[in-house]
């Protein structure tokens, strides 16, 4: 029996229609009843076959219904035996039941009457009831999805993980409505819906995979259009139900145009949870999980830019301090390992069949020197392929000799350049790599590929090309030191690097490791940085991001050792054919030497960076005058139209085979 007034309020209707008993009875979604209000009845199954139907025909029919033989428990140990039931019309959605009762004393015409018309002053009490109810709990279901909008906006602050993230969406989803199952379920970019997170649901719900358009969650996925489903679910626009759930609500996670994935809230009963209403709440809230995911997704991509950045920078600066082969790889796999947070990376030289361990970091304890390759190797597919792959290394009888044993998972990349093919493997003992790893792997072999090809030409600076090269012409670029050289001839800082050119342009990282440069920069100098980048930032090649690089990082180390600025200022221009950078100091400034304003011998590194500018078709402009600061200015095309894509599979089978 429901609390409030109802209790006196319905034994003064009992004695005015002279009943032994009465209840106000209310229609469940789902065909089921329930007592909403009763007087003098004990425990009375609503729900049997005989008494269901008879409920059902009088809702149905609108009309009233009497009946004999029936058999009632009463609360004071009688049995009634004559029951009358009259329709309560509430809502279009809602209806009810008054049911009255007697021992041994029919109903008459005149009873039916007085029945009608109490049933009528029932509706409006219960309208009005309803009406309040339902005001309170949409303001509470309001309250409820501001609350759960505050929680996740700071949720998506404090958390940069997405599958924390949503664990903690579903968590606080369940709580805040009071759910017996939430699950949210993502698309993948195959189409397929997987459960990301979820509480409350069996094992077999936990392990569902659905493609768009397939059952349940495959549907809102396709359409977009939301659901409340009770019990068994009979509908030809799809297939599935849990028979478990009396109500659930599935909605689409959309942000903008597109949908992310479904939301699904599920309770044990059929009723009592909002309906309509909550279904709406449902809607806002999936809006703010899918802005939540989206904004969770960017932020990870800026981080994982950032971190990329700062890799492709650090190695710039190996490049420009490294004096021979093994100290750039030494150096460079442990500016990989430790900026990407892996736990082996390894880098081997492939030739004639086998495979030559040329450096490593990490715990790669019995690692081989030397590895055959054979015809099933996947490094053989891989040069073949000349794209990154994944590897998998959990089993020991599956695990290639070149992975080292800490790896359980690993990604091969390959670095090939002047006549030689290496390989870069990139190892970690638990969690897998995903799409982004595997490609920032094949950015990072190319770029390591102009290491290596630099230092080989700066080793024999006047050695044609030898016929293994990979590719048709070679792209020259200068690879600059960060150090001055002894010597302070023209000869001794000309470095001139052979560039090895992919066939498919990297995605351009310039602007975000120029951004971390100039930050780490400003960190620990204390000097006033500002960065700024206009135009759309183009695909670039990885000859075109070292020179640049080059000429950020050799800009900024004279900054910070000659310059005594005050403030510095790095512009990077986005144009059609080209990018224009400059790096601006309101510092001392020297007296430029020579024609074109060649620098003095302190600024002699900026010599190795206007021949890696040139290299690549750009140029490179020096202006400084004594007490009016300096400006370096570099042109770089984005395109070399007059060398073709180079081919270099055959060269790289060769090395393999």
Do not use: C
Not at 33 to 51: K, N, P, R, S
Not at 196 to 214: D, F, N, P, Q, Y
Not at 556 to 564: I, K, W
Not at 612 to 633: C, D, H, I, M, N
């Amino acid at each position: 029996m429901t609390a409030g007034p109802w209790p006196a309020r319905i034994e003064r209707l009992a004695t005015l229609l002279d009943a032994d008993g009465l209840a106000i009875v209310l229609a469940i979604v789902g065909g089921s009843y329930a007592t909403y209000a009763a007087h003098d009845l004990g425990e009375v199954a609503w729900g049997a076959a005989a008494t269901a139907d008879l409920l059902t025909r009088t809702i149905t029919q609108r009309s009233t219904t009497r009946t004999a033989g029936v058999r009632v428990a009463l609360a004071d140990g009688r049995v009634a035996d004559t029951l009358l039931l009259t329709p309560v019309a509430l809502t279009d959605t809602t209806a009810a039941v008054l049911a009255i009762v007697r021992v041994g004393r029919p109903f008459s015409d005149g009873d039916v009457t007085a029945a009608t018309r109490v049933a009528a002053l029932v509706a409006l009490d219960l309208r009005d009831a309803h009406a309040r109810w339902s005001a309170s709990h949409a303001r509470r279901l309001l309250e409820d999805r501001a609350r759960l909008s505050r929680e996740i906006g700071a949720a998506v602050a404090g958390e940069r993980d997405p599958d924390t993230l949503i664990r903690r969406i579903v968590e606080r989803v369940a709580d805040v409505f009071g759910a017996d199952g939430v699950s949210i379920m993502l698309t993948d970019a195959a189409g397929t819906l997987t459960v990301r997170s979820s509480t409350g649901l069996s094992e077999v719900a936990r392990m569902a995979r659905r493609k768009i358009g397939e059952g349940i969650a495959g549907y809102v996925a396709k359409t977009a259009l939301p659901l409340r489903l009770t019990g068994a679910v009979k509908d030809e626009r799809f297939s599935g139900s849990d028979p478990s759930i009396g109500e659930a609500f599935v909605v689409p996670l959309r942000s903008g145009v597109r949908t992310l994935g479904v939301l699904s809230v599920k309770y044990a009963s059929r009723s009592g949870h909002g309906g309509d209403v909550l279904l709406r709440t449902l809607q806002d809230v999936a809006e703010d999980v899918a802005s939540a995911l989206a904004l969770a997704e960017r932020l990870r991509q800026a981080d994982v830019d950032r971190r990329d950045a700062i890799v492709l920078y650090e190695l710039a600066r190996v490049a420009l301090a490294a004096t021979d082969e093994r100290t750039a790889l030494r150096d460079a796999v442990a500016v990989i390992r430790g900026a990407l947070s892996l736990d082996t990376v390894v880098v081997w030289e492939v030739s004639r069949g086998a495979m030559r361990l040329r450096a490593a970091a990490g715990p790669v304890e019995g690692l081989p020197a030397e590895v055959a390759v054979t015809a099933e190797d996947p490094v053989r597919a891989m040069l073949d392929e000349r794209r990154p792959r994944r590897i998998s290394a959990r089993s020991d009888a599956r695990r290639p000799a070149w992975i080292p044993a800490a790896a359980t998972e690993a990604v091969i990349a390959p670095v090939a350049g002047g006549g030689v093919s290496n390989v870069l493997v990139l190892g970690r003992s638990a969690g897998s790599f995903s799409d982004v790893h595997v490609e920032f792997a094949g950015v990072l072999g190319a770029f390591l590929a102009s290491v290596l090809a630099g230092l080989r030409e700066r080793r024999e600076p006047d050695a044609p090309p030898r016929e293994a090269v990979p590719f048709q012409r070679p792209t020259l670029v200068a690879m600059p030191r960060a150090v001055e050289p002894a010597s302070s001839s023209p000869s001794a800082m000309v470095a001139p690097v052979a560039m090895p050119r992919v066939m498919e342009p990297v995605p351009s990282r310039l602007s975000a490791a120029a951004s971390n440069a100039l930050q780490e920069f400003r960190d620990h100098s204390g000097v006033d940085a500002r960065f700024w980048a206009t135009g759309t930032e183009r695909q670039v090649e990885p000859a075109v991001l070292t020179a640049a690089l080059s000429v950020v990082a050799e800009a900024l180390r004279n900054v910070s050792e000659h310059a005594r600025a005050g403030h510095v200022e790095v512009t990077i221009r986005y144009e059609d054919e080209q990018v224009v950078l400059a790096i601006e100091d309101d510092g001392v400034g020297f007296q430029a030497g020579g024609a074109g304003g060649q620098a003095g011998p302190r600024w002699s590194g900026l010599a190795r960076v206007r021949e890696a500018t040139e290299a690549v078709g750009g140029q490179l402009l020096v202006r400084s005058e004594p007490g009016r600061g300096t400006t370096v200015r570099a042109t770089i095309p984005l395109h070399d139209d007059e060398h073709g894509p180079y081919e270099w599979s055959s060269a790289v089978a060769r090395d393999a085979g």
